[in-house]
Each structure stands twice: as C-alpha cells, then as structure tokens.
C-alpha cells in the first residue's frame, strides 16, 4: 500500500512540474528499492528518474556535468564582442584601397562657358595672319561720328553766387577744410565738391589737402598740381579760397591742423543734411574738417550749388604751369607722329597696370607663376582684403560679367576689327604696364605708330616727373583731351572725368566704350574668322555711338548722370563765356589744333 501511494505520488508531482527531491543541489538519490517489484515496474521507475524536468533546470545547469558549459559561454561570447571591436578599429584606421572603376566610362567634364577663359591669345594666333592682310581701314579719321549734333549756344549765367543767405550777415560762418582721397580725377571730384559745399554752408574753404594713398603714393600737393592762384581768382565772388586758416585760429590748434576733429560725413549726403548736421557745428566752432572726403556730396543739388561745381571742374581746376607746358610738347609731339590722318590720333586708356590685374582677381596667360606674383600683390596691397573668410573670388564670372581690364592684345584686335588700320596712330594713356615687354608686342605689331609719354619724351625730360603718380596721369589726361578718339576700357574717375570734359569743350566729342561681355564671348571663340569678328566689333561700335550721344536722367545718386561726365545742361551757361577762359581751351589755339570730329 505504501509503495502504490508512493508512486501515485511521484507522478502527480511530476506532471506538475516539479519534484519534492529537486531542491537539492546534488543529483536526487536513487529511491528505496520495495521488495518484489514487478520487473516492468523497476524499468519505468529507471526512465522516469532519467527524464529531464522542467522544475529541475537550473539545477542541471549548476551541476558540475555542466558547470564548464555555463563557464564557456559567456568567455565565447566576450570573445566575439572583442573580435568585432578588432575589426572595426582595423577597418577605421586602414585607409581604403584605391577602386578599380569597371563601369563604363564617365562623360566628360562640361565646357567652360563662353567668355569665361582667357583665350584672346590663341585667338590672335589663329587670326593674325587676316589681320595682317586687311589693311583697309573702314573708318575715316575725318569724319568719325555718324551723330552729328551741333551744340546750342550758351546763354549767359545769372547771378548764382550763393550770398550769404543763412546768417543774414557778410561774415562767413566759418572754415571748411577737407582733405582729398584717390588718385587725380577722385581728388577733381573732392575738390569741386568742396566748392559746392562751402558756397552751400557759407564757409571760407581752405585749399584741399591731398590725402597721402599707399597705391598712388604721390605726395604732391594742391600748386604741384593745379594753378592755385587761377584757382581762387576764378572763384573770387562765388567762394572764398584761402591757403591756410587765420593764425587764431592756427594758434588755438597749436598749428597743427590734424588736430580739429574730423567730422564724418555720409556719402552722397543730400544738401539737407549739410545744412541740419553740419552747418550749425560750424557755426559753433568757426572750423569744421572733413576727412576722407570723396564722394560726400548728392549728384542732385539746388540749381546754384550745382553751378559751383561746373565752375570748379571746367574754369578754376587748370593744371599747373610745369605740367600744362610739358603737356603742350607732348601734344605738338603727337600731331606730327599722325601726319599720315592729317594730324588725328586715338588715345586708348588702358588699366592693364600690376596693381589693377591683382585687384580684378582674373587669370590670364601667366600660368601658376603669375597666379603667385598676383597673391603676393594683393596681400602687400590690401592686406587680407583678399583672404577673408567667406570670401570667394570667381576670375571666371568676373570675365564673363565684363569686370577684367582689357589686355593690350584684346584692345588692339578690338580696334582693328572696327576698322581702324595700322596707319592709325595711337597714345597709349597708362601706367605702368603689367609685363609690359610680353603684353605690348602684339598691339606694337597691330598698330606700329603706337606712342606713350614715354616714347614721346626724353628720360631727361620726364625725369622731375617720375614717382608722381598723379603728375604723370595729368599729362597723359591733358593729351587724351585733344584726340579724335578717346577708348576707355576699364571705367574708372579718369574716363569718366575725361568724357565730361571733351563734351564740354565739343559738344560732342567721340568716346568708345566697348561692351566687354559681348567681347570676352568673341575672343572665348578659337575657332571664330575674321570676317565674322569684324561684323560683331562693328556692331559693338555702332551701340557705342548710339549711347554716346544719350544724356541720362538727372537725379539719379549715380556719377554717370553727374555734372561730370555729362555737363550740359547745368554748365551751359558756362560754355563759350568770355569772361572766364579756359586753359585748355587756350592750349588748343595756341597749338593750332581742333579735334575734327566736332562741328
């Protein structure tokens, strides 16, 4: 009886789960042995004490049979963590193997866009031998302008002197001093505009100052350059002109101008504001300095302040006696060179000197010695202008969008396809040219009657001249006012002063502006003949006149609708008065020479 409840319990316990002799960590011990067992029964008590448990697990697992296996795997699994680390610290640190491509070839990289690359050499090198065998000229010196417009004349000027409308007294309400920037024709400006702001704020101007630049580097002053006494006397009546302010003053400064505080002025501040900002410190401190002082006037101003400046530029300003005589020589000099056209020539002003190449950021012929040269330049010039972060420079959009200064070569061939010949007798206005020995022989080659001040003078001559900046480009500006045809190819104060003042003395004269993104496009083209780079150029010509003889809206804050370049109507009155005379007008009679061109 005791052996069946046994049993009975024994499979009770197992079918749920578990066993009472499982809480041991040893293996279960062997059960009593009941006396006369059946033999079958011993069997199934054997099998039924070998069968795995579920409630007996653990048990199995921390029993020794199987300790090592509950020790190993773990240490496996450590392991093959450990070799996946390996392998990825091992695939970071190798460098990647180079990739042998087995595809189909790429397509080509795209062509650059036309007008982006500098190809004008291998153009010429394609085109000179047509160029060399065209020699009909297409243009006669003679009678250059399809426009012809015969100047009004010039009624008399009223009585513009500004008086002294805002104190209601004689007495002028103080001292204006301002100190010029720039090169020549940005000092021209600073200069007539400080005429107009005196006459505005009824102040006695001192004579400019010119403001020493570390590109120009041209300490000239005022009388090296201009007529000082000329200069006063004109404007007697207008504005009062001194040469240096009142020795109570000077003494109340301890001589030393510099140390009247420099009042900040805006650029193209409108006369309002002279009048509300300036003025009444003025009349406070019986001096006011302005520094820098280009470019702080409005082109728009009342009637009779814009009357000062067409008197400054274009009667008071006349180059000084040292210059005015060399120039004259130099003029004379440049008549006969162009006895075959009757006594015409064409200047060209050419911005093709070191320091502008650099400041253009373009890329030329020069190759990666050149690209180095140009860095050096514009480090030493502009001192990390350039280098900034977030700064990119594009030579190719730059040339595209007609910012690059026309090389020699790139003038030359532009002249010869608008049909000019190489009996035209060209005056180079220009610094000095970048490699000028590689860079001029093309154009010497188009045009062998090719002159510069250089060429046109002894070293001995131009010697008291030499490191005035300033001085040199008066000379070279003074000739170029007497050609038949003035080509600007860069923009820039000395064009734009130049144009104003041929048109002021004509009435019309002749100026080419080529349209330098239709040209870089042309000279892109290696492929291009002559016959289709004449048609293009001639057309580029005939554009040019057209805008030539347009006059732009007035009152628009922009120098290319200013008093400037464009003189008429404002300073009409003005031209051909007999009372004020001009000197370069004077120099005109006296050589015996008008340009043709005019009616």
Request: include cysteine; proline fraction near 7%; aromatic fraction near 10%.
């Amino acid at each position: 009886m005791t052996s069946k409840t046994h049993l009975q319990n024994l499979a009770l316990n197992t079918f749920n789960g578990y066993s009472s002799e499982s809480s041991s960590c040893s293996p279960p011990s062997s059960p009593r042995r009941p006396g006369k067992v059946p033999h079958h029964r011993r069997r199934y008590r054997v099998k039924d004490h070998l069968r795995v448990r579920p409630g007996n697990f653990f048990g199995r697992v921390l029993s020794r049979r199987n300790l090592r296996i509950f020790i190993l795997l773990p240490l496996l699994y450590i392991s093959y963590l450990l070799i996946l680390l390996g392998i990825a610290l091992l695939h970071f640190c190798t460098p990647p193997p180079p990739t042998i491509s087995i595809s189909a070839p790429t397509s080509p990289p795209p062509l650059p866009q036309p007008g982006s690359v500098y190809r004008s050499h291998e153009v010429f090198q394609n085109l000179w031998p047509d160029i060399q065998s065209d020699n009909v000229s297409g243009i006669e010196l003679s009678s250059l302008w399809r426009y012809r417009k015969r100047q009004k004349e010039g009624k008399p000027c009223k009585n513009t002197s500004p008086g002294r409308r805002h104190s209601g007294s004689s007495v002028p309400s103080g001292y204006l001093i301002v100190e010029a920037n720039g090169g020549l024709n940005q000092q021209r400006t600073s200069i007539c505009n400080a005429v107009a702001v005196a006459g505005l704020l009824d102040a006695v101007l001192v004579i400019p100052q010119f403001d020493f630049h570390s590109v120009w580097k041209d300490p000239s002053g005022f009388s090296d350059i201009y007529d000082e006494n000329h200069f006063i006397t004109t404007l007697k009546g207008y504005v009062k002109i001194v040469q240096q302010l009142p020795e109570v003053l000077m003494e109340r400064y301890h001589y030393n101008i510099s140390k009247i505080r420099s009042f900040k002025v805006k650029a193209w501040a409108e006369a309002s504001y002279y009048m509300e900002e300036v003025y009444p410190i003025l009349r406070k401190k019986g001096v006011i300095r302005i520094a820098p002082f280009a470019n702080r006037l409005a082109m728009e101003v009342p009637h009779n302040i814009q009357f000062l400046r067409c008197l400054a530029n274009y009667k008071a300003l006349r180059f000084s006696a040292s210059i005015s005589r060399f120039a004259k020589k130099l003029v004379n000099r440049m008549i006969k060179k162009s006895s075959g056209t009757g006594g015409r020539f064409v200047s060209v002003h050419l911005r093709f000197e070191e320091d502008m190449v650099a400041f253009s950021c373009c890329i030329y012929d020069g190759g990666e010695s050149e690209k180095l040269k140009m860095d050096k330049i514009r480090e030493k010039g502009w001192r990390g202008k350039f280098t900034r972060e977030g700064r990119e420079d594009r030579p190719d959009l730059n040339r595209i969008d007609g910012k690059c200064p026309l090389t020699p070569l790139e003038v030359g061939m532009m002249l010869r396809g608008m049909g000019f010949d190489n009996n035209t007798a060209i005056y180079l206005a220009s610094g000095k040219i970048y490699e000028a020995e590689r860079n001029l022989t093309p154009l010497k080659k188009m045009f062998p009657l090719l002159q510069t001040k250089e060429s046109l003078a002894t070293p001995e001559e131009l010697a008291s001249f030499e490191g005035y900046s300033s001085r040199l480009a008066a000379l070279d500006y003074t000739v170029c006012l007497f050609s038949e045809i003035f080509v600007t190819t860069q923009g820039g104060n000395f064009p734009h002063h130049l144009m104003g003042h041929r048109r002021f003395l004509y009435g019309h004269a002749k100026t080419i502006r080529p349209d330098k993104r239709k040209l870089v496009v042309l000279l892109h083209n290696t492929s291009i003949s002559w016959k289709d780079f004449k048609v293009h150029v001639e057309e580029m010509l005939v554009e040019s006149d057209r805008k030539g003889i347009m006059v732009p809206r007035m009152g628009q804050e922009s120098k290319q609708t200013s008093i400037y370049a464009y003189p008429f109507p404002e300073c009409r009155c003005l031209h051909g008065s007999q009372n004020l005379t001009l000197s370069s007008a004077q120099t005109l009679h006296s050589i015996g020479h008008k340009p043709h061109a005019m009616v």
